[in-house]
Structures are given as structure tokens and as C-alpha cells.
């Protein structure tokens, strides 16, 4: 119900876009986000976006990444900018409803992408 893409390879430095299309849920109604999963390490919070509007991030990636939604297109965004070779991860989107204190547990959240691979090189 989650499809994600727009990984791929980029020098550091560089920009990707991610993005996450939905159906067969109530997007709008979701709270959306990204996590990622590192080489060899546990799957890691990223960003969300709450269904309420506000957003939440990783301090790695803050001022760097941006996560927007579009709810007329269900889909939801990761821009990446000012990508580093430790960003290198598959990304994963996923939709749930979290309440605030688990916004960044990757348990909270029901529905996941299948990944998409993003490759930082140095």
C-alpha cells in the first residue's frame, strides 16, 4: 500500500528526492514518515510528517532533509540536500498513528514501503 522511490546513486554533496505513494489507506489521516536502515545497523528514524501538519526529524538530518505531503496525490516527500556518504541507508516510508512520544519507533507505524536505496559516495 506503500511505494516507494527516487533512491539511486549521488556524489556527496549532493540531492536526491524520495518519494511514497499510498493507496488503499486514508492518507490524510495518517501520520507519514521516513526511516532508514544503514548497512549492516537497525532500522533509524528520520522524519515525520503528523497528519496535524507539524514535523519532526533526526538531528542528523535536520536542516538538511525536508518531508512534505501532498494529500491530493497521496504521497509524501523527502528531499535531501547536502547528502553525506553516512546517509547511505535504504529508506523506508511508512504511515501509522503514532502518539507523540513513539512518533520516531518504527513499531508505531502500520503500513511500510518496500525501500528504496540511496547511496551517498564520498
Known amino acids: 500500500q506503500l511505494q516507494a522511490s527516487g533512491g539511486g546513486l549521488v556524489q556527496a554533496g549532493g540531492s536526491l528526492k524520495l518519494s511514497c505513494g499510498a493507496s488503499g489507506l486514508t492518507f490524510s489521516g495518517y501520520t507519514m514518515g521516513w526511516f532508514r536502515q544503514p548497512p549492516g545497523k537497525e532500522r533509524e528514524f528520520v522524519a515525520s510528517?503528523?497528519?496535524?501538519?507539524?514535523?519532526y526529524y533526526a538531528d542528523s538530518v535536520k536542516g538538511r532533509f525536508t518531508i512534505s505531503r501532498d494529500n491530493a496525490k497521496n504521497t509524501v516527500y523527502l528531499e535531501m540536500n547536502n547528502l553525506k556518504p553516512e546517509d547511505t541507508a535504504v529508506y523506508y516510508c511508512?504511515?501509522?498513528?503514532?502518539?507523540?512520544?513513539?512518533?520516531?519507533?518504527?513499531?508505531?507505524?502500520?503500513?511500510w514501503g518496500q525501500g528504496t536505496l540511496v547511496t551517498v559516495s564520498s
Open positions: 510528517l503528523w497528519r496535524g501538519g507539524r514535523t
Open positions: 511508512a504511515g501509522g498513528l503514532p502518539i507523540m512520544s513513539a512518533i520516531s519507533t518504527p513499531a508505531a507505524y502500520r503500513y
